[in-house]
T-cell receptor, first 117, second 112 residues
Framework: DTEVTQTPKHLVMGMTNKKSLKCEQH?????MYWYKQKAKKPPELMFV???????INESVPSRFSPECPNSSLLNLHLHALQPEDSALYLC????????????????FGPGTRLTVL | GENVEQHPSTLSVQEGDSAVIKCTYS??????FPWYKQELGKGPQLIID?????GEKKDQRIAVTLNKTAKHFSLHITETQPEDSAVYFC???????????FGTGTRLQVFP
């Protein structure tokens, strides 16, 4: 299985809502990532989890809260978002550096298209 | 900070022609350079990558070259087909981290 899956595919939420994005991989990867991608821009790193521990937070506002319940799952909890947070949210996974994945091939999921009204 | 520049931003070619996309990176310690293809409404797909210990890598119609001295790498697509139309992103890994720095993307259009 070489796939990263993400749910939901589309999400529309109000600024007072609480929602969660989900990501799953079964490749045995121990590093998982959240990226944000605006239209016509490259992916922008938000968070990195390595061995289920948060290793990188790119100064993301606290209204985005990541969670890694186990090595296969990654969640992104959303609360009190702003319209400018509307974007494609991408999950990716890779072998962790410590697992011998020194070249960090990252595999992306299809993304969740988020619209904040 | 680390930076990756990518050119051109758009590229239009006739079916069967070749396409070349170029990237320049700033971190001389970077040792891994992937290329991603992103079709409309989809996530980026890894199509080829190159490691700093080689100068060229080929996979059917796609090739990547790396010049470590000049700190640039290029994607070459030969015999282009309409299904090659997409946005292509280059990236460079920050040494000894899980971070990739992406280029700004190239929108490739292949006309039949």
């Amino acid at each position: 299985d070489t796939e990263v899956t993400q749910t939901p595919k589309h999400l529309v939420m109000g600024m007072t809502n609480k929602k969660s994005l989900k990501c799953e991989q079964h490749m045995g990867h121990r590093a998982m990532y959240w990226y944000k991608q605006k239209a016509k821009k490259p992916p922008e790193l938000m968070f990195v989890y390595s061995y289920e521990k948060l290793s990188i937070n790119e100064s993301v506002p606290s209204r985005f809260s990541p969670e890694c319940p186990n090595s296969s799952l990654l969640n992104l909890h959303l609360h009190a978002l702003q319209p400018e947070d509307s974007a494609l949210y991408l999950c990716a996974s890779s072998q962790d550096l410590r697992a011998g994945g020194i070249y960090n091939e990252q595999f992306f999921g299809p993304g969740t298209r988020l619209t904040v009204l | 900070g680390e930076n990756v520049e990518q050119h051109p931003s758009t590229l239009s070619v006739q079916e069967g022609d070749s396409a070349v996309i170029k990237c320049t990176y700033s971190d001389s310690a970077s040792n891994y350079f992937p290329w991603y293809k992103q079709e409309l409404g989809k996530g980026p797909q890894l199509i080829i990558d190159i490691r700093s210990n080689v100068g060229e890598k080929k996979d059917q119609r796609i090739a990547v070259t790396l010049n470590k001295t000049a700190k640039h790498f290029s994607l070459h697509i030969t015999e282009t087909q309409p299904e090659d139309s997409a946005v292509y992103f280059c990236a460079a890994r920050i040494y000894n981290t899980d971070k990739l720095i992406f280029g700004t993307g190239t929108r490739l259009q292949v006309f039949p």
